[in-house]
């Protein structure tokens, strides 16, 4: 793909933190080093917003992380997990990327999704079509659609250098990308981890 990347474009970054949290536990054993992800993804461009969509989880553990993504420069929106009357969990902040991404595109000239989920291969293709944007996606290559992939102008693949999106030990790869329905406990080890990120 050819996409054009200079200093002067207005650069919004909207990250899936679930997608890339269990995407990096389940191939890596690891978490995520987002201010790697942040960095190179917006090449040098100019910021106007980067928003993290984050589930909470039911002990509570997320302000450490929230402070650590506050550093780097990364908002914070957040979401209750939700626990159906069977037991099941659904933890799941598509829709509401999706509204403000396509909110805030006007202010933009390009859009990075930092998530791997086919799911939004519409969003794609509407603010490339009718709001006139370079969609760019961030994620781990192994675990992303390659719908997606196909969609946006332009894909940085995570799993080219994970070494250096990762913190803590890079094993080997095992199966599997995220499920959304998947038990959150892990999430609190990473929020109590959060000051490693920077």
Known sequence: MSVIKHKEQRVGVFIDTQNLYHTAKNLYHARVNFAAVLKDAVAGRNLIRAIAYVITTEAGDERAFFEALTKMGIESKTKD???????????????????????????????????????????????????????????FGKSTSSKLKEAVDDFIDLDDNPRKYLLGQAGGQRGGGRNKREDNSDLAEMLKEAGEII
Do not use: H
């Not at 997990?81 to 829709?95: P, T």
């Not at 595109?105 to 939004?120: E, M, Q, R, T």
């Not at 490339?128 to 370079?134: E, F, I, S």
């Open 81 to 139: 997990l939700q626990i159906f009357a069977g037991g099941s969990k659904k933890a799941d902040w598509d829709v509401g990327l999706a509204v403000d991404a396509i909110k805030i595109a006007p202010k933009l000239d390009a859009i990075i999704i930092v998530s791997g989920d086919g799911d939004f291969i519409p969003l794609v293709e509407y603010l490339r079509t009718n709001m006139g944007c370079q969609v760019e996606a961030a994620s």
